[in-house]
Every structure is written in C-alpha cells, then in structure tokens.
C-alpha cells in the first residue's frame, strides 16, 4: 500500500500532542520556575533588542556611500541581513526540534505499532513544529518591522507584508529545517561513536557563537558611548555588505516584498523554496523514518570496540567517577550541556570583562574591575554548572544497580559531586588567570576570585544533587539519556543566578553608588561581603545536601519516569 497522508491521523496526532503538552501545566507537572524564567528572559532580550536595534537601524540609515546618502538602499540592505538573522535562528531550531521529535521523540515506538505512515507522522509533527515557530516568529517579526517602522516612514502595504510575515517565515524556516535535518541526523549518527570528534568539533562550534556574540556585545558598547559605531561603516565596509546582500537568498525576497519591489520575482522565489524543499523532504522521509523506527526498534545499541580485560580492580569511589565521566562523555547532549559549555566559560567571562571594564570606566571614570570580574565569573559559572542538575536522572535505572552494590552511599554522592567540582574548579581556574594576565586583576585577587568562585559552584552543586536525589526522573530510553529538562535545571539556574546577583551583584552595586564619594576601606568591603556569603551559601547547601542523605538512600524507590 501506498504511503499516503491520511489528514485525519494528523488531526488526531496534533491532538494527542497537544494533550500531552497541557499535561506539563498540571498540578504537580508544572515547572512555575522554567516557565517564569523562560517568559522573563524572553521579555528582556525582546526589550534589550528593541531599544539597540533601533539605535542600530538610526545609525546604519545615516551611512553614506560615495558622499550619498540613500536610505532606501540602506534599509534594503538592513532588512536583509536582519531577516538572514532570523532565519538562520529559526532553521537552527527547527533542525533541532525535527531531530527531537521525529527522529529521539519517545512516542515513535507506540506509534510503530500502529497504522500510521511515516509521512503522516512526519507532517503532524512538522505542523507541532510550526505552531511553536510562529510564535517566535511573531515575535522576531513585529519587534523588527515595528522598530524600522519607527525610525522610518513607511506605506500601508509595509504592515500587511509584516502580517503575512509571521505566518510565512516560519514555513521557509521549515521547509529548509525538513530538508537539512536529514543530513544533520545522519552526520550525528555517524559522530555519535566518535566521542573525541564530536567533543572537539562542538566546542570549537561553541567558541565560534561566542566569539560572534562578543562581536555583537562590542557593537553595543560602541552605540553605548557615542557614534564610534558609524565611523566602522566605511567605503570597504560598505562595499562588502552591498555585494553580500546580493547573495542573502531568500531573505532578500523578504526585503522586496517588504519595501514593494520586484514582487514577482520575489513571491515566485519564496514559492520555489518552499515547494522544492518539502517536495524533496517528502519523497525522501519514509525511507529514513524506516531507519529510524528500525534503529529505535533494535535499542540502536552496537559494540564500538572490542571487549577489553580489566588489568586491575579500581577503588569503588574512582571507578564510580569514571563511570560518570563516561557516561557524559559519551553522550552527545551531554558532552554539549556539560562539557564543552564549562570549556568555554571563561571566553566568555572575558568577552564580556572586556566590554563591562571599558563601559564602566567611560561613564564613571572608576575603575571596578575586581567587581565586574567576582559578577561575571559567578554568573556564568552559575550557567555553567547546570549540569550537575541531572547528577542522579540521569542514570536512569543503573541508579538501582549501583544501589545494590556494597558501596557505601557516601561514595556514590560525593564522587558526583567531585567530578562536578573538578570540572567547574578547572572553568574558574582559567577564568581567573585569563583575567590576570590580561591584566584586569593582580594574582592575588585572582585567587580569591578562583576560590569564591569556587565556594559558589560548591553550593550550586550540593544543592543540585540533593535537589535531583529528591525530585529523580529516570527516562524511558535504552540509554537513559534524559532529552528534556525537568524542574530541577530551572531551579539551579534562578537559584544560582540568584547567588551571582546577591553575592556579585551586591559589591559591583556597591562600588558604583560610592563612585562619586569614596569611602576609606571599601575595598576590603568587597572581600568580606563576598567571603561571607560565598561560605554561607557553601555551608548552608551542604547541611542540606547530606541531612539524611542516607535515610533517604536505603530507602529509595522513586525515579517517576520522564
């Protein structure tokens, strides 16, 4: 029989997605602290981007080129390269969310048993995918278009196409997400035994976004402290981005039909994208769902090497690091979340040591780089150090076989909280001689920077063990790998972040309300205001990490499944 697309079974897959979606907002399902923080973050970044971009858009409206200025031009080329933006974002994202739900999704194994076809279930979940991509969508849409709009006088027909915008983008974005999704899972099928690669490759990957992120927090400090920004907008440049504005497709159509030009040209491209790539997407996915659903069927399990002999036994407490050090290693989301993201920590650290310092001395000719260094090393080590949120879901259900060995409980809990430690200590380690040798700080406060830092990651990780122990959520994978965050990784993140703020946040405000009024002895101030409450925090969430720890261990029998 024929793979056809039955609509009916898409209606009813779309509903049974969306059950199991309401059902994350019931009572005893719901994470109040993910959701605030993901709709609070949201809200910044919007508010942060409108103010910067319309700063932006004023300045890059007013370059000349050849001693001309063309606004038209200049918006032309703007709305391109900010649609570009988006829809780079959106496509990422799409990838990743065709990947989880088609390709990782639970829900694939009941639905091998029925009689759906593979292209059915492809397009209700490529639908699910769209819904939640229109509402980002709409977000990017309005807060561009409503930007430019202000800044610029603009035809009726400018806020129709903005309409029609937020339904469309996210169909391009899909269209091309259906069809590079294919390739993207197969590169990751075939790096998924290669752990050093994929380690490498990720991390490299991750310092290249940072390094693009720290070019755009350089951007922002230029408009910042005056019109620096304008004078990088040279005949060079501008010739540059003229010639590379040619080649944005298809987000130069999108500026065409934005701006009223060559509309023809523009509507019969952006139908030819999306008609091309979900035609290919379609003809080529029963095949690959095929694979898929047999991979998913045989556990996807195969040996990578050859069995070794153990040359000698292990102390219980080093080989149950290793396994967890294993265990991370060798699973591609967590050698992301865990690994890779604490290597680059302390680019990041400096990205923005850079930016705050030169900001800070510009507006207050103060200088407060021991404080911006104490805020930035523990705010990003608190995002760091997430990773210690999932130190007992993440076993799965190995947890019950390590509880069964005669190893005393002390040793399981405590060897995960020193491989977490070592890797944060190593994070803070080299942030803080970055820091120094750059100059930013002297060795001494290095120091005490390293081990404040590390106080606060202590607690954090303390805190996030007892915490998962508590609240454990094994999944239902062969491999147990846990592919959507629960409760405790929005708890550790607000909590640390909280921290940072409290103990970083509270010494840097310090420093700039007595900017204009120096006080005798204000430094020492900050190394007793952190001193204390690094301690205290440290202190505190070790009572609770080991207050019954093994009561609670003895008598465990939880591990609600994901």
């Known amino acids: 029989m024929k793979d056809r697309i039955d609509f009916k079974q898409v209606g009813a897959l779309l509903r049974k997605q969306f059950e199991e979606r309401a059902s994350a907002y019931r009572k005893g399902n719901f994470d109040v602290f993910g959701f605030l923080l993901r709709w609070f973050l949201i809200a910044v970044f919007l508010a942060v981007f409108i103010v910067f971009f319309g700063r932006f858009t004023v300045t890059y409206l007013s370059v000349k080129t050849g001693g001309v200025t063309v606004e038209r031009t200049r918006l032309y080329e703007l709305l391109a390269m900010t649609y570009t933006v988006i829809l780079l974002f ?99 099928q075939f790096l998924k035994d290669k752990f050093v690669l994929y380690f490498i ?49 298809p987000a130069v159509w999108l500026a065409d039909l934005l701006l009223g030009q060559n509309l023809l040209v523009a509507g019969l491209g952006l139908a030819g994208v999306l008609a091309v790539c979900l035609t290919v997407a379609l003809l080529v996915i029963r095949r690959l769902m095929v694979w898929v659903m047999q991979a ?3 556990g996807d399990v195969h040996f990578i090497h050859k069995k070794s002999e153990i040359k000698a036994a292990k102390r219980p407490f080093l080989a149950l690091m290793r396994k967890d050090f294993l265990h991370v290693f060798r699973t591609p989301a967590y050698t992301f979340s865990y690994f890779s993201v604490a290597v680059m920590m302390p680019l990041m650290v400096y990205f923005c040591m850079t930016i705050g310092s030169s900001i800070v001395v510009k507006l207050i000719g103060m200088n407060c780089d021991l404080e911006i260094a104490i805020f930035l090393t523990l705010l990003f080590g608190a995002l760091t150090n997430v990773f210690c949120s999932t130190n007992i879901s993440r076993e799965g259900e190995m947890f019950y076989s390590v509880k069964a060995f005669p190893v005393d409980y002390k040793q399981v809990f405590f060897s995960k909280v020193l491989l977490c430690m070592l890797v944060t200590a190593l994070s803070q380690l080299i942030s803080a001689v970055l820091l120094a040798a750059m100059g930013y700080i002297i060795w001494w406060q290095a120091a005490f920077l390293f081990v404040g830092g590390l ?73 007793l205001i952190v001193g204390i409450l690094s301690m205290m925090a440290a202190a505190l969430a070790y009572y609770y990490f080991i207050r019954k720890l093994g009561e609670r261990y003895y008598t465990f029998s939880g591990g609600g499944q994901l």
Request: proline residues 2%.
């Open 90 to 188: 959106l496509v990422i994202g799409g990838i990743s969310q065709i990947n989880r739900r088609l390709f990782d999704a639970d829900d694939i194994k009941l639905l091998m048993g029925m009689p759906v076809g593979a292209k059915t279930v492809f397009v209700a979940k490529l639908v699910s995918i769209y819904l939640g991509q229109l509402v980002i969508s709409v977000a990017c849409v309005l807060a561009v278009n409503v930007t430019v709009a202000i800044h610029t006088t603009q035809p009726w027909y400018f806020y129709l196409v903005t309409a029609l915008f937020c339904f469309i983008l996210p169909l391009i974005s899909l269209a091309i997400s259906a069809l590079v999704a294919m390739p993207y899972h197969a590169l990751k």
């Open 455 to 527: 106080l606060c990651s202590f607690a954090q990780i303390c805190f996030a063990t007892r915490y998962d122990f508590n609240h454990a959520k094994f999944s239902t994978e062969e491999d147990g790998e846990i592919k959507e965050s629960g409760n405790t990784a929005s708890t550790i993140i607000v909590l640390g972040m909280l921290l940072a703020f409290l103990t970083g946040g509270s010494v840097l405000l310090l420093r700039l309300l007595t900017a204009l009024r120096p006080v005798v002895g204000l430094g020492y101030l900050t190394y």
């Open 201 to 249: 490759l990720i991390t490299l990957a991750t310092g290249l976004l940072f390094y693009l992120y720290s070019i755009v927090l350089g951007a922002v400090r230029d408009m910042l402290l005056g019109d620096s920004l304008k004078f990088f907008f040279n005949e060079q440049v501008m010739n540059f981005l003229q010639t590379l504005t040619k080649f944005l497709y």
């Open 296 to 298: 998913r069927i045989a």
